[in-house]
């Protein structure tokens, strides 16, 4: 049995990447995958290398997996970039951090645009320091009209605080006569999110081993499927990506989808 197994998985290696992909996009795609990049210090320490090179690691892994993403008709990527969190580490750390989407995006937009990318971002814009702020913003600009996939970057991102801002305005909405308290229904928070405009994700990715949540998209994952790999997000590659689909696309096939007709 165990042989059988691994003379598959020999096999399976064995087929081109392109041959992969056409399989994979045979059967059911989903349409939003969210990631937690998450491993790119340890990536950098098991090379005594200085944690930003993680980072910058990590960057061209991005560029790897949007481009297998949007080759295989996903609709949406979201990238835990950023999280509200993330403000505690140190001043160079971040300084660093929020230089990335400008060297991301000086480096890639081009591709991202030739492969009809569409650049988004959810959580609190306003406090990014402006070099930041204007490269995503020219990003999001250079690519608004694109229809393709949506790669839509978590920065400076926490679900709780979504929540929060959620319910605020609902209740000055309420308080203002503008609702009925009986309006507010499921679909009526899910416009009222950051997400708003967005399919919701069908699979959460968390790479490097850790199996938490930690305040990434609470309401917006309570159907999806979760799974977490060992993988460290800068060793993350088209292989890896083309297996989390094929295993997402196992379970769908196993289970169906009927946990919201009251099977589960
Ligand atoms: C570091 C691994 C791309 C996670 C990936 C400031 C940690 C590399 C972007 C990016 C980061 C963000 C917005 C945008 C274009 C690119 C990015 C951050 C960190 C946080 F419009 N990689 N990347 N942003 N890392």
Known sequence: MLEKLMRRKTAETNVSLPEQIALVKSRKIPAHVAIIMDGNGRWAKKRNLPRIAGHHEGMKTVRKITR???????????????????????????????????????????????????????????VLPDHTKKAIQRAMEATASNDGMTLNFAMNYGSRLELIECVKEIANQAANGEIDVSDIDESFIDSHLMTAHLPEPDLLIRTSGEVRLSNFMLWQLAYAEF??????????DEQCMLNEIREFQSRSRRFGNVERDGDV
């Open 227 to 236: 799974s977490f790999t060992d993988v460290l997000w800068p060793d993350f």
């Open 68 to 126: 297998v993403a949007n080759d295989l008709g996903i609709k949406v990527l979201t990238l835990y970039a950023f999280s509200t969190e993330n403000w505690k580490r140190p001043k160079m750390e971040i300084d660093f951090l929020m230089k990335l989407p400008g060297e991301f995006l000086s480096t890639y937009l081009p591709e991202l645009i030739e492969q009809n990318v569409k650049v988004e971002m959810i959580g609190n814009f306003n």
